[in-house]
């Protein structure tokens, strides 16, 4: 059986503060957690390739120490066996945490495996990204949905996706549908540079 891609993030496994600040329906961090371990072990099987867009676990106020203690134990219960983690903000460094995924870098770019189309993932939006004007597509998180997708940008984390994961083809196929722009303001702003340059040679021109 062919693997599939799945692509989730900030799940701040243990974070209680994460329930206020991102108005999560759980009773406690550890409601929370077993939800979230739930929904991954529900849809990602044992197979399948995960990618986490940041945020994974924490922060914990105790100390780095205690919040890789808790990523090992969320870890060990993901039956995932792939993971690829991108570095989001309370992302511990060190070997121990990195050591719980296949692979973890600041971004990646690759294509899709069933479409061809290139895909950049980061913790962080992007207004702007390699292969834009092309049709390429960006997935992000760390906003929890605050923040307007703009063009072929999808917010992944759980905050948008029902605390679930989401097939990596379902997210290719809703960007597909959305029109390929260029960032917002991009011309307009080169026109009133260009504006603002020539005004400032006519002055000089004309003080001389």
């Known amino acids: 059986m062919a693997r599939t891609i799945w692509i ?9 503060h994460a329930l206020a600040l991102f108005q999560r329906p759980f009773a406690d961090a ?15 099987r044992k197979r399948d390739l995960l990618y986490h867009i940041g945020d994974f676990c924490g922060p914990f106020a105790e100390g780095r120490d205690v919040q890789v203690d808790h990523a090992e134990k969320i870890r060990r219960a993901i039956r995932c ?25 600041d971004q990646y770019s690759l294509r899709a495996e069933h479409s061809g189309e290139r895909l950049l993932l980061s913790h962080y939006p992007l207004r702007a990204w390699r292969g834009q004007m092309g049709g ?14 703009l063009g072929r940008s999808m917010d992944v984390g759980v905050d948008c996706w029902n605390y679930s994961p ?3 083809s379902h997210a290719i196929d809703l960007l597909a549908a959305r029109p390929v722009s260029a960032p917002d303001g991009w011309v307009r702003r080169q026109k009133l540079r260009m504006g603002a340059v020539g005004a400032e040679g006519s002055a000089a021109d004309h003080g001389r």
Do not use: W
Not at 8 to 16: C, I, K, L, P, R
Not at 81 to 105: E, Y
């Open 30 to 44: 550890a409601a929370m957690d077993a939800a979230l371990v739930e929904a991954l072990n529900q849809s990602v």
């Open 136 to 149: 390429a597509m960006h997935l992000y998180g760390h906003t929890h949905g605050a923040l307007e997708e």
């Open 81 to 105: 066996k792939s993971i690829r983690l991108v570095c989001g903000n309370h992302d511990p460094k060190g070997a121990r945490f990195k050591s719980l995924f296949d692979k973890v870098r």
């Open 166 to 168: 989401l097939r990596l």
């Open 8 to 16: 989730s993030g900030d799940t701040h496994f243990g974070d209680a």
